[in-house]
């Protein structure tokens, strides 16, 4: 656990301190949302309709930049064989990357939240279940995305085939996120979008056991 920790905390100086991917990630996501302001019009019905769709697929994408960051700082600073070196099994790494990637995901979704409330009406009255559903779907992404970024860290091509073998496995994440988001922002009842969040639930679990037990076997060949 404190490698687990360590390695998450340095990742996240790091990229505080150089905030070149985090910036990159958000100025995406502002000419993103931009673009789907005018391209889905001046109805205010029809921004509000669009909004959960428009916030997870913005965020699909963004967390596609910053997964790639995940493992970008260990091949710049050539690193990633001494992590392998060190003694012990290898699912440390991939916590420790997960963890780091996860809590920029959240941090990009808080801000991706308010975001498209404020540009497509998004209603906040259920913030609490909101934020949950943001947790949920973060967790999702960012175990596959962390994953993958392992995977091809060392192709040239690392950056074009990530979002490709990432968007493959992710969508049902996705998928039930946006009908979560939906719901809530229907008002249905909780009941309803508790259907949504076990299976989000569902997914984490699976996609957290599966990534952490092949990573071992994939950062190794």
């Known amino acids: 656990m404190r490698r687990i920790f360590a390695l998450a905390a340095r990742d996240l100086r790091l990229e505080l301190r150089g905030r ?40 699909a994408f963004a967390g596609s930049l910053l ?3 995940a493992w970008a700082v260990e091949v710049e600073n050539d690193t990633l064989d001494d992590l392998l070196l060190l003694p012990g099994s290898r699912e440390w790494i991939y916590w420790g990357k997960f963890l780091f990637l996860w809590v ?3 941090f990009v979704s808080l801000l991706l939240l ?13 913030a609490p279940a909101l934020l949950f559903t943001l947790v949920l779907g973060a ?5 596959v995305a962390t ?9 040239p091509t690392a950056q074009l085939v990530l979002p490709i073998l990432v968007f493959s496995v992710v969508v049902p994440v996705i998928l039930a996120a946006v009908r979560a988001t939906m719901g809530l922002a229907e008002g249905a009842a909780l009941a309803e979008v508790a259907a949504w969040w076990k299976l989000l639930a569902l997914f984490d679990v699976v996609y957290l056991t ?6 071992p076997f994939v950062i190794e060949g």
């Open 210 to 215: 599966a990534s952490s037990l092949l990573f």
């Open 114 to 126: 308010v975001m498209v409330a404020g540009m497509f009406y998004l209603p906040l009255t259920r």
């Open 104 to 106: 920029l995901l959240f």
């Open 20 to 59: 070149a991917g985090l910036f990159s990630a958000l100025f995406f996501l502002g000419v993103v949302l931009l673009i789907l302001g005018f391209a889905l019009g001046p109805e205010e019905a029809d921004l509000r309709r669009a909004a959960p769709g428009v916030l997870w697929v913005a965020l």
């Open 147 to 155: 994953f993958y970024a392992g995977l091809v860290v060392r192709l």
């Open 67 to 69: 997964a790639g960051r």
């Open 139 to 143: 967790t999702g992404y960012a175990a």
